[in-house]
């Protein structure tokens, strides 16, 4: 394949995929969480979704698995009830 046919190849995949998607976008308004208990970390997130914010990020560190999935589920169902999207970033400690 010739250089310039790749690169058309990319600018058209580039411009017809990633700039029409909104998977690339952040919203503008999300909220990664943050606490000093998985409690206070759902408590903010509930806070986050009621004041509008479009993305959750559930972040919490240094946690049991169990306690981990139980908190990951109680954050989905707060972000369902809101219609908000919810990313799980687990550090899981075995």
């Known amino acids: 394949m010739s ?6 190849l990319k600018l058209y995949l580039f411009k017809g995929y990633f700039h029409n998607t909104q998977l690339n ?3 503008k308004l999300h ?8 409690k206070s970390h ?3 997130i509930q806070n986050a979704c009621a004041n509008g914010a479009e993305l959750i990020v559930l972040d919490i560190q240094n946690s049991s698995e169990k306690k981990f999935l139980k908190t ?4 989905r169902d707060i972000t369902a009830h809101f219609q908000t999207r919810l990313i799980i970033n687990a550090h899981i400690i075995k």
Not at 3 to 8: H, Q, R, V
Not at 31 to 38: D, K
């Open 3 to 8: 250089l310039i046919l790749w690169n058309a």
């Open 72 to 75: 990951a589920k109680q954050a």
């Open 42 to 44: 759902l408590d903010n």
């Open 25 to 27: 976008m952040i919203p």
């Open 31 to 38: 909220y990664i969480s943050q606490g000093n208990s998985h």
